[in-house]
T-cell receptor, first 116, second 111 residues
C-alpha cells in the first residue's frame, strides 16, 4: 500500500542547470498538489493539477517553473536555470477524486533541492 | 489576504497535556487541517475540522471556532516521539482545495 512517492529524495544542481522533480500519487488519487518549504518557513502552495490539466497555478513563479501531470506517468515539477534561492524542500501531495468536498491531502517525503 | 498564526516553539513534559493554538484571518474559510511533521520527513495528516466543536482521535483532539477564527490541537499523554512541528492549514472556498499553511509550531517533549 504505497503512499505518495517522490524522487529523487535529494537533488544537487549547479546554478543554471535544470531540476526535474517527480511525484507519483497514492493509488486511486487523481489530484496532485506541489508545495515548497523554504528553511524556517511554512509550506507554500505552488500548483494544483489533475490528469492532463493544470487547475490552479497561482503559487508558481512566473518564470522558470512549470508542472505537468500526464495521462500516464508521474507528475513532474520542472525548474529551469536554477538559482540559489530555489534551494528548498519540494513536497507533493495527492487527494482522491473531487466529490465537491474538501479532500484530505496526503504528502510525499519531499525532494530536497540544493543549488550550488 | 490570509493570515495564519501559531506559536513558533513550545516545550512540554512527557506524560503531560499540551495545547497548540492557531488563529486565522481569511475570507471564504472552508475548513482547517492539522499536520505533524518530523524533521526531514513528510507532513502527516492528523485532523480536519469544518464545523465548530471538538474532534477526538485517540491522544489527539482538535477544536474549531469559526466565529472566532480559532483552532487548537490538544495532545494528551505526551510521548518523546511527539516532538515534531505541528502545522495548521486552512482551505478556502473556491481555492481549488489548496491549503494555506501557518509556519508551524515546533514542540519539544522533555523528560
Amino acid at each position: 500500500n504505497a503512499g505518495v512517492m517522490q524522487n529523487p529524495r535529494h537533488l544537487v544542481r549547479r546554478r543554471g542547470q535544470e531540476a526535474r522533480l517527480r511525484c507519483s500519487p497514492m493509488k486511486g488519487h487523481s489530484h496532485v498538489y506541489w508545495y515548497r518549504q523554504l528553511p524556517e518557513e511554512g509550506l507554500k502552495f505552488m500548483v494544483y493539477l489533475q490528469k492532463e490539466n493544470i487547475i490552479d497555478e497561482s503559487g508558481m513563479p512566473k518564470e522558470r517553473f512549470s508542472a505537468e501531470f500526464p495521462k500516464e506517468g508521474p507528475s513532474i515539477l520542472r525548474i529551469q536555470q536554477v538559482v540559489r534561492g530555489d534551494s528548498a524542500a519540494y513536497f507533493c501531495a495527492s487527494s482522491p477524486r473531487d466529490r465537491g468536498l474538501q479532500e484530505t491531502q496526503y504528502f510525499g517525503p519531499g525532494t530536497r533541492l540544493l543549488v550550488l | 489576504g490570509q493570515n495564519i498564526d501559531q506559536p513558533t516553539e513550545m516545550t512540554a513534559t512527557e506524560g503531560a497535556i499540551v495545547q497548540i493554538n492557531c488563529t486565522y484571518q481569511t475570507s471564504g474559510f472552508n475548513g482547517l487541517f492539522w499536520y505533524q511533521q518530523h524533521a526531514g520527513e513528510a507532513p502527516t495528516f492528523l485532523s480536519y475540522n469544518v464545523l465548530d466543536g471538538l474532534e477526538e482521535k485517540g491522544r489527539f483532539s482538535s477544536f474549531l471556532s469559526r466565529s472566532k477564527g480559532y483552532s487548537y490541537l490538544l495532545l494528551k499523554e505526551l510521548q518523546m516521539k511527539d516532538s515534531a512541528s505541528y502545522l495548521c492549514a486552512v482551505s478556502l472556498w473556491g481555492g481549488g482545495n489548496k491549503l494555506t499553511f501557518g509556519t508551524g509550531t515546533q514542540l519539544k517533549v522533555e523528560l
